[in-house]
C-alpha cells in the first residue's frame, strides 16, 4: 500500500460511523470522495437499464416552431448540452427554476445511442442508435431570448436543474427506427402541442451525421431532437403529459 492511500484510510477510522463509511466507499474506489451517481433509464420490456453518458439537443428542427420563435429556417442544425444529472424520470417532478419569469415545455424525440465515433456518415448513423424515448427539453424562455439578444451561449436558459425530463427507452430491435409518428403534450389535461416526427427538418441520421461532425460520439450519449409547435409557459402545480407513437408516456409535474 502506498503511503497516501494508507494516510487516507488512517483518517477515515478517526471520523464519525456516517463519514467513515463514505469514506470506505471513496477508499474503494481510490477517489476522494464517492463518485457522483450512474444515471440509469429504464429500458421497455426488460430490467436491463440504459446508463446516461451525455446529453445532446437540437436547436431548431421543426418549421413551424422555427417560423413561431421568429427564427431563419435556412439554418443548419446546431447543438447545446445539458448534464445527465438533469433527467427527471418518468412520473418526477421539475422544480420551477429561479431566474426566471418564462418556464417553458418543449416535447421532443430522444435518441439513445448505443455506440458512436467520429464523422459517422448518414447511411451508417442508425447501426449506431439503441432506442428511443420522450424527452422534454425543460427552457428559461426569457433568459435564452436575453442570451440570443446578445449574442452569448444559451446555457443559461437550457442547462439547469431538472432541465431534461427523460421517459423509458424503447428498443429499435423492438420498435424499429422513427421517421414519423404522431409527437404530443398536454398540459393539465389540454393539448398544447400536436404534430408529427415527419416534421422534422434533419431526421435522425442527419443529426447524428452532423454531431459527430463536432463531438465524439458514444454509447449512453443521449439526443433529444427538437420540438415542433406549441410551446408555452408553465406554472407550479401543472402537469405535463408527452407521448409519441409506440414510446409510451412520460409523466412531469411541475412544483
Ligand atoms: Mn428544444
Known amino acids: 500500500m502506498d503511503?497516501?492511500?494508507r494516510?487516507?484510510?488512517?483518517?477515515g477510522a478517526m471520523l464519525g460511523a456516517g463519514a467513515a463509511m463514505s469514506s470506505e466507499a471513496a477508499a474503494?474506489?481510490?477517489t476522494v470522495f464517492p463518485p457522483p451517481q450512474q444515471i440509469l433509464l429504464p429500458v421497455n420490456g426488460t430490467s436491463q437499464r440504459f446508463p446516461v453518458r451525455r446529453i445532446y439537443c437540437v436547436g431548431r428542427n421543426y418549421l413551424a416552431h422555427i417560423r413561431e420563435m421568429g427564427n431563419d429556417e435556412r439554418e443548419l442544425p446546431f447543438f447545446f448540452?445539458?448534464?445527465r444529472d438533469m433527467i427527471v424520470q418518468h412520473g418526477g417532478t421539475c422544480a420551477y427554476p429561479g431566474m426566471t419569469k418564462d418556464f417553458q415545455y418543449e416535447i421532443e424525440l430522444v435518441v439513445a445511442m448505443k455506440s458512436g465515433g467520429m464523422n459517422i456518415p448518414i447511411e451508417r448513423a442508425l447501426d449506431h442508435v439503441y432506442g428511443y424515448a420522450v424527452g422534454l427539453d425543460m427552457t428559461r424562455r426569457d433568459?435564452?431570448?436575453?442570451?440570443?439578444s446578445k449574442q452569448w451561449p444559451w446555457e443559461i436558459g437550457k442547462s439547469f436543474e431538472d432541465s431534461a425530463p427523460c421517459g423509458t427507452i424503447y428498443?429499435?430491435?423492438?420498435?424499429?427506427?422513427?421517421?414519423?409518428?404522431?409527437?404530443?403534450?398536454?398540459?393539465?389535461?389540454?393539448?398544447?402541442?400536436?404534430?408529427?416526427?415527419d416534421k422534422m427538418i434533419w431526421?435522425?441520421?442527419e443529426i447524428i451525421h452532423h454531431l459527430s461532425a463536432q463531438a465524439e460520439l458514444k454509447a449512453g450519449d443521449l439526443i433529444f431532437t427538437g420540438t415542433p409547435e406549441g410551446v408555452g409557459p408553465l406554472k407550479k402545480g401543472d402537469k405535463m403529459l408527452g407521448r409519441?407513437?409506440?414510446?409510451?408516456?412520460?409523466s412531469i409535474s411541475v412544483v
Open 3 to 5: 503511503i497516501k492511500k
Open 203 to 205: 431526421n435522425v441520421p
Open 171 to 197: 428498443p429499435a430491435s423492438a420498435v424499429g427506427h422513427l421517421s414519423k409518428g404522431r409527437i404530443q403534450l398536454a398540459v393539465n389535461g389540454k393539448t398544447q402541442q400536436d404534430s408529427d416526427l
Open 244 to 250: 409519441i407513437d409506440q414510446l409510451g408516456e412520460l
Open 81 to 83: 448540452a445539458k448534464h
Open 7 to 11: 494516510d487516507f484510510l488512517v483518517g
Open 28 to 30: 474503494q474506489t481510490g
Open 143 to 148: 433568459q435564452q431570448s436575453r442570451m440570443k
